[in-house]
């Protein structure tokens, strides 16, 4: 199985990944996931000489298992449900919107922080490189790429390090090029268990890989 040291380290090997791909970048911008997503766009950015930006969205957690999601909602409160697992747990309507606005406020404040009052960048034609430390269920990722469809993005390319097969092939289709390390069939799947060093990142840790305070050393 393929391990990483860290999620800087992984998006080094990323980029190479991408650098090996027939891609023709217009203007392009790395948007990270936060808060993981952001530490691998940051090695992504400094390869390829390109701006990073964050995009903020958070998944919708089970109420008894935070690290488990069955959708996401966006920073414009577009809410992506996985309907299988939804109706597989038997959430009920109200149990949904209640997390829903709950996570939203996350989402807000995220947004306000690591953006400080700035507006969303345009995306009208240009190459977009969505990122993450890893695709588990899959439905962050999607509601991410629908996020930059409807601000009319050129190109969008997901890169990410290791995927589950199935949403690997969920988000294959939606974009338009799917860069990953590692894609795993297991059943069970964790993207903690890819890393040696997985902790929690902080809000100052994304606002310092954003600012460029925090960079880790790159070789090509």
């Known amino acids: 199985m393929i391990k990483f040291n860290n999620r800087y380290e992984a998006g080094r090997m990323l980029f190479n990944k991408i650098a090996g791909l027939d891609l023709t970048l217009k203007k392009p911008l790395i948007l990270g996931i936060p808060r993981g997503g952001v530490a691998i766009g940051a090695a992504l950015a400094q390869g390829l000489q390109a701006p990073l930006d964050t995009i903020t969205l958070r998944k919708l957690p089970f109420p008894d298992n935070p690290e488990a999601g069955f959708g996401a909602v966006t920073l414009d409160k577009v809410v992506i449900l996985n309907e299988k697992l939804i109706n597989y747990y038997r959430l009920d309507e109200h149990t949904i919107n209640r997390i829903v606005d709950e996570v939203y406020k996350e989402v807000l404040r995220r947004n306000r922080i690591y953006r400080q009052n700035k507006p969303f960048p345009k995306l009208n034609g240009r190459t977009v490189i969505i990122t993450d430390d890893g695709l588990a269920s899959g439905f962050t990722m999607l509601a991410a790429i629908r996020f930059a469809r409807q601000r009319d993005a050129g190109e969008i390319i997901v890169a990410v390090p290791v995927a589950h097969r199935q949403a690997y092939d969920m988000i294959k289709k939606e974009s338009d090029n799917l860069a990953a390390l590692h894609v795993s069939d297991q059943p069970y799947f964790a993207v903690a ?26 070789a090509k």
């Open 193 to 218: 268990g890819f890393y040696d060093d997985f902790p929690d990142m902080t809000d100052n840790e994304v606002i310092s890989y954003l600012t460029g305070e925090k960079q880790g050393s790159f």
